[in-house]
């Protein structure tokens, strides 16, 4: 039969019937026409094909990393490639014994094999990273890949663990939380927040210890700018602070002498009749008018320049305008003089009037505009002058405001102690932007259930988790991982298109330096076209290969260079599949036996 079988071809009858009795006869060749069967493999194709189409769509909606976590590099999904591998190993098997006309049908599914497992070791063991060199900086000898971890540091033996964790992508919660056991020890780590952004702000903790000293926090804003700043000021090391270039703010210790009030003059204003001034001082080249409802004071210079104010806004605050700073001091609905004295006859707008203070700025210098602040329990006393001449004091308590006098800015007193250590909280702050720190929230926890307290793991930093007994360090980012040799910037050129500044190509010339054998080799990495190392005909044939291309330069910095790294094993068996389906389907269709 067996002589009869390999000399001539079976027909579909004899086939069939050869099928039925060895499956009739065995166990095996049963369970091998199962996973070989068409059914099968429509099942496993359905899922593959409705797996990649929603991988498809989480990538244009979310992110690559998220339809590669949850598809593409998902254990599931490497799986049911295996499964779908034995169903093509198994189908070939089907045709037992095999003849010429199975020739393109065989080598097709093997090829279709080969090119799946190349695949999945290139998504094993391969990787893709990013490396940043300096001109003049020493050599590079590891390379930050896309893959978060976290680092952590076991109490029992200090030993640094490396775990797999993304949390944008796993996204911990207090109703379910990601829980990392310590190695070692019985005490276990649980994240149970995720923040995309996270900024660290100043906290001003009264204390005694040593270091402490007197400490402001001011937030400024302004409503024209749309824009909040935080200032914190403490002894001695963070005293001054310069805004913006355009005024100064000082903590001082006590208030000290010098400033000398600015020249002024007070002036009652009506909306219906023509202003009384003090007569001590004349500025004459200021004009204030009040409104018909006393709701709006409108302050401009002698040519008509200047600005209109919500009087309740600028009560009691400076304000400067029209070369001078402006303070209204009091207001009456409905002025009258009863006893001597300005008084209101009623809540109605009927007269109103108000007092101003104005004061003259220096014309003869153009020194900055300085805020000086000294601290105290929960307030600060403080000073605002310009040129040496003073045209603002007071003291405000913390969440009180008050007028700067530069444009429309004003300062909030959020923190202050005449004696305390100025410390940095992380905490998550607004949108997700490109420069924004991801990062969890995570605490310790031992046995018994003994809580330590929360505390935000910002990537890129070193954060120690404690539950007031044991410490246990925790490290969030990328991955990097170490090359067999090391990569050093030689020179970094970007020519352009003549006569213009538009880059023509971007230039890396860099130098490898096997780690073992010492030996040197030089590259260039441009556009479309990497350098590799070690670069030698086998290691480019088996994908054992290092190529780095060009990924990102620095227009105003041209001695540093950015550029992508990528490690395939998979790459030969990936092209020797490719090869093998092309062969396959070109002898099934046109090579067919007469």
């Known amino acids: 039969m067996t002589a009869q079988l390999a000399n001539k071809p079976l027909t579909a009858i004899e086939r069939r019937k050869m099928i039925e009795e060895r499956c009739r006869r065995s166990a095996t060749w049963r369970i091998i026409h199962w996973l070989g069967s068409l059914k099968l493999a429509l099942i496993l194709l359905a899922t593959i094909a409705i797996a990649c189409a929603v991988a498809t769509f989480t990538e244009s909606g979310f992110s690559t990393k998220i339809a590669q976590a949850y598809i593409y590099k998902a254990p599931w999904f490497i799986v049911w490639l295996f499964v779908l591998c034995v169903n093509l190993f198994a189908v070939t098997l089907t045709r037992w014994p095999w003849e010429r006309r199975h020739l393109g049908f065989i ?71 990601d829980i990392f056991p310590v190695p070692g020890t019985d005490l276990k780590i649980v994240a149970d927040d995720y923040a995309p952004s996270l900024v660290r702000e100043p906290v001003l903790v009264p204390s005694d210890r040593p270091g402490s000293a007197p400490g402001v926090i001011l937030r400024l804003s302004s409503k024209m700018a749309s824009q909040d700043l935080e200032v914190p000021l403490h002894l001695p090391s963070k005293a001054a602070h310069d805004f913006f270039g ?28 023509a202003p009384v001034s003090d007569g001590k001082a004349q500025t004459s080249a200021v004009t204030l008018r009040l409104s018909e409802d006393g709701k709006k004071v409108s302050i401009f210079d002698k040519d008509g320049y200047g600005a209109a104010y ?92 008050f007028l700067l006098g530069w444009a429309d800015w004003q300062a909030e007193v959020a923190a202050a102690s005449p004696l305390a250590l100025m410390e940095e909280e992380i905490k998550p702050g607004e949108a997700a932007t490109e420069q924004a720190t991801p990062g969890f929230r995570a605490r310790l926890e031992g046995p018994g259930g003994v809580r330590g307290p929360n505390r935000w793991v910002e990537s890129g930093e070193i954060t120690s988790l404690t539950d007031g007994k044991n410490v246990v360090k925790i490290g969030y980012g ?117």
């Open 107 to 177: 080598i097709t599914h093997y090829g279709i094999i080969t090119l799946l497992f190349g695949a999945v070791v290139g998504l094993q063991t391969g990787f893709e990273g990013n490396v940043t060199l300096r001109k003049e900086s020493p050599p590079v000898t590891r390379v930050t890949t896309s893959r978060s971890i976290i680092q952590l540091e076991s109490p029992a033996d200090t030993y640094l663990y490396l775990k797999p964790f993304d949390a944008d992508i796993a996204r911990p919660s207090a109703s379910s939380p």
């Open 246 to 273: 355009m005024a100064n703010i000082r903590l001082e210790k006590a208030m000290p002498p010098g400033a000398q009030a600015a020249p002024s003059e007070t002036r009652m204003v009506f909306a219906k009749f």
């Open 310 to 401: 919500a009087r309740e806004d600028i009560m009691n605050k400076p304000v400067t305008e029209a070369g001078a700073t402006v303070i209204v001091e009091e207001y009456w609905p409905d002025f009258v003089m009863e006893n001597g004295r300005p008084s209101t006859k009623s809540q109605m707008p009927n007269n109103p009037a108000l007092l101003a203070r104005i004061s003259e700025i220096p014309k003869t210098t153009d020194a900055k505009p300085l805020l000086e602040v000294v601290a105290g329990e929960s307030s600060v006393s403080y000073r605002l002058s310009r040129s040496g001449a003073s045209y603002a004091s007071g003291e405000a308590k913390v969440g009180e405001r």
């Open 478 to 594: 990328l991955e990097t991982r170490p090359l067999p040799f090391t990569i050093r910037l030689v020179r970094f050129d970007v020519p352009r298109d003549e006569g213009t500044d538009t880059p023509s190509n971007f230039l890396a010339t860099v130098e490898f330096r096997d780690t073992k054998t010492g030996e040197t080799k030089t590259g260039v990495a441009q556009m479309n076209q990497p350098a590799s190392f070690p670069g030698t005909l086998w290691a480019n044939l088996t994908g054992i290969n290092y190529k780095f291309s060009q990924a990102e330069w620095n227009p105003r910095d041209l001695t540093q260079t950015t550029l992508q790294v990528l490690y395939d094993p998979g790459w030969m068996l990936k092209w020797i599949g490719s090869l093998a389906i092309c062969l396959g389907i070109a002898i099934q269709f046109y090579a067919k036996p007469k």
